[in-house]
């Protein structure tokens, strides 16, 4: 067991990030006799696998995120929760306290890190002006009002019509297969008839991705029968493309014929990045504070019980953790940063850091696969579902988009979020239109009237 100052006080947990390992995590303690503090830089929970359909203005914000106060009021009420708004800067391991963007510091007993991952641009961050990622709410709302805004220029300005109305997505994950297969959908079915100078059904939405295929970690079958369906919207699927540079008129980009390097320019203003992730800044922290190590994207490896060499009461969950999955048969395999292995890391922290109070051996983490999905678009989806005992069930096309459908509704926070998508969705469905297309303007600060000139 940890130090605590005091025999009579209850020991602390700090949870940072209230993604869904964080949220697990802080759930699942919350009915333990210990205090938990639980720190995140947004006041919200965030259904990240449904950002995408923010950004296209298919959901409202609402509907994909709820307040950490209000997931958490029942806790909160029995008096063993406390939710901080606030960035955690640095960790101090030997004094097991962490540091807030105030100076603040919250001393802990147990520290559970579920800060999650951010872009990564290979080194070029520069590009992150120019082609936004999708991360979150601010990054669904920039996007939206990029890809919304084009088609704007285009109708106002028929000299940059065709760049206007190109759409660049880079990287062909479960992100950029959305994003794309989307934006083709509101460029043909939402929006024509709308504007009166252009027809939106002329846009063309190109996907590049540099393997040799898209949705590399699901089978090829299903990486195929998706290209299929993005083609068959409207997609320019593009493999074996390297992005070479990003600028405001557009990117280049090379691929190969042979041993010969053949290189493209593609003009755009529209570029949206889905090709890198990286993890969060406070891996690097934890490398400094505890000597953890760190893989090349910069997420930390972590001991088969997810937590730190040399430092058992910090454990690292989610996309921040290097996790393997340890079964009860076979050698260890890596865990994919999914929302479903989030969730079943924060449930095993949360239950070391019990059996760690009551000195009991500590657990490894052993995945759950349940399987990976993908939408298209309009009853375009594929699916790879784990059956017991049959293996892998795979499909495609209109079922596997009704599956994938009711799975996200299902894992949504609360019943008022459910509501308001399946009701999104019906509308969208029998009627194509998107009524979350709305720019937000960012305020422009007042300028400052005149000093009369005073008289000599």
Known sequence: MTRTDSPSRRPRVVVIGCGFGGLEATRALARADVEVTLVDRTNHHLFQPLLYQVATAGLSAPAISAPIRHILRREIRRGRV????????????????????????????????AAGATHSYFGRDDWATHAPGLKTLADAFELRNRVLRAFEQAERHPELREQALTFAVIGGGPTGVEMAGTIAEIARHTLPG????????????????????????MPAVLSQKASEQLVRLGVEVRTGCRVTDIDAEGLSYETRQGDEVVRHRLDTRTVVWAAGVAASPLGRC???????????????????????????????????????????????????????????????????????????????????????LATIGRKAAVADVAVPMLGSLRFSGWAAWVFWLFVHI???????????????WAWAYWTFQRHARVLVERPTPPTPPATPARAS
């Open 82 to 113: 406390t939710v901080l708004l606030g960035e955690v800067v640095d960790i101090d391991a030997t004094a097991q306290a962490v540091v807030l963007d105030d100076g603040a510091r919250l001393p802990y007993d147990h520290l559970i890190v």
């Open 194 to 217: 709308e504007f009166r100078r252009i027809d939106s059904r002329q846009a063309r939405v190109v996907l590049l991705e540099g393997a040799d295929r898209v949705l590399t970690a």
């Open 286 to 372: 934890l490398r400094e504070a505890a000597g953890a190590e760190l893989d090349r994207a910069g997420r930390v490896i972590v001991q088969p019980d997810l937590s730190l060499a040399g430092y058992p009461e910090i454990q690292v969950i989610g996309d921040l953790a290097a996790a393997m999955s340890h079964p009860a048969k076979g050698p260890p395999t890596p865990v994919p940063g999914v929302s479903p292995a989030a969730k079943q890391m924060g449930r095993l922290a949360a239950a070391n850091v019990l059996r760690r109070l009551r000195s009991e051996a500590t657990r490894s983490f052993r995945y759950i696969d349940y399987g990976a």
């Open 410 to 424: 299902y894992f949504l926070i609360g019943f008022r979020n459910r509501l308001m998508v399946l009701t999104d």
